[in-house]
């Protein structure tokens, strides 16, 4: 790594773009503090991965997760929806914070939707471009060629190229450049450990910048997309865009002290504490949501006959947890005036609470419950 170059600034007509150097080359580790940090990293990952072997019902939760995931990811580019925002129906959300709301709803659809396309394509291109298409559908950059890698030149901060903070590399090079992160991320005749392939892969990506929009928050998909991909997470509970954000400053930096200095221990270093954080906290988050199961079972046990229509509405509360009267009806499959019961039960057992103020339109939310992803 000590002799490694990032790349080179290259003159265009009127401005220099960076071309990035190819990756899937051989690689030396010989920095001790890294490999400190690798081993923290790999010790953490593992016991969130084996931690969630233990959790049952796990898809309950996954779905928590991947909604924090969204709207920080989201937040990192501007978009201002919060996880109770992110919760609500369509027609609940005030319509100046319907188009954050709908982006933070496609970065679920395509987390989502590329987790399960594993099952059947490898991490690759198209699965990118896959993803992008159902991120982009229908929003404010629904005009920006969804899918599909750019045919012009983009750039990153400023109003327009010429006072731009970084120009990527000219589109002609995306296909090769993304071919190249491609092999890199499947050639197992160089070893390298995957928890730095992947941070590695995800400084290509923001560097490369190959659509026209979105691509911060692609990229930052692609770190749980791979770690699933190999093997290293069973299931997809580790996401860093929460660590990103609240060290946006750092992030942004380390990036372009790799392109700058060609400095890629430091965005090593980064990354890594960002996975050993992240997986310290989820194993949190997961023991909190374990304590929590068995306090509610325990009280809804009380319950007598509506224990089992109650459940129905608790596993649902763990995927969505806001919800009306109608909502409790469907759910637990009774009529209106037993879901009002429901809803009564749970009020005196402090798992939900009214967060409307109102009369009619009521909506409950399981507070207790979203605290623990904050």
């Not at 991120?135 to 890698?149: A, S």
């Not at 929009?213 to 991909?229: A, C, M």
């Not at 960002?274 to 319950?303: R, W, Y």
């Not at 749970?346 to 992803?373: D, N, P, Q």
Request: charged share 25%.
């Amino acid at each position: 790594m000590k002799t490694f170059k990032a790349g080179n600034y290259v003159m265009q007509q009127h401005y220099k773009s960076f071309q990035p150097n190819f990756i899937d080359r051989a690689w030396a580790l010989d920095d001790m503090e890294l490999i400190d940090l690798l081993g923290a990293a790999d010790r953490e990952l593992g016991r969130l991965d084996m931690y969630s072997d233990y959790i049952p019902n796990i898809d309950l939760f996954i779905q928590m997760h991947v909604l924090k995931e969204s709207t920080q990811s989201s937040k990192i580019e501007g978009t201002q929806t919060n996880m109770e925002d992110a919760l609500l129906e369509k027609e609940d959300v005030a319509l100046d914070k319907r188009d954050d709301w709908e982006e933070v709803q496609n970065y679920v659809a395509a987390m989502n939707g590329a987790i399960e396309e594993l099952k059947t394509l490898p991490f690759s291109a198209r699965l990118m471009r896959s993803a992008h298409q159902i991120l982009m559908q229908g929003v404010r950059g629904k005009h920006k060629q969804p899918g599909e890698f750019r045919r012009s030149q983009n750039w990153i901060g400023g109003a327009t190229i010429n006072d731009a903070i970084f120009i990527p590399p000219i589109h002609e090079s995306i296909a090769d450049l993304i071919s190249d992160i491609e092999k890199f991320s499947h050639n197992t005749n160089r070893h390298f450990p995957e928890l730095l392939k992947i941070g590695l892969i995800h400084y290509q990506f923001e560097t490369i910048h190959p659509f026209l929009d979105g691509n911060g928050r692609v990229g930052r998909l692609l770190i749980t997309l791979y770690l699933v991909s190999k093997g290293l997470l069973k299931r997809p509970v580790l996401y860093l865009s929460d660590f990103f954000e609240r060290n946006r400053s750092h992030y942004y930096d380390n990036l372009m002290r790799v392109r700058d200095k060609n400095d890629l221990q430091q965005w090593f270093k980064f990354f890594l504490v960002g996975i050993t954080e992240t997986a310290k906290n989820s194993i949190s988050t997961f023991d909190g949501i374990l304590k929590l199961q068995k306090q509610v079972e325990a009280q809804i046990q009380t319950l007598g006959s509506r224990t089992a229509t109650t459940q129905k509405v608790i596993n649902h509360l763990y995927q969505r947890p806001i919800i009306n009267a109608a909502k409790v009806k469907y759910v637990a499959g009774v009529s209106i005036a037993s879901a009002y019961k429901i809803i009564a039960d749970l009020e005196r057992f402090e798992i939900l609470r009214e967060i409307t103020g109102g009369k009619r339109g009521k909506a409950y939310v399981f507070r207790s419950y979203v605290e623990l992803f904050k």
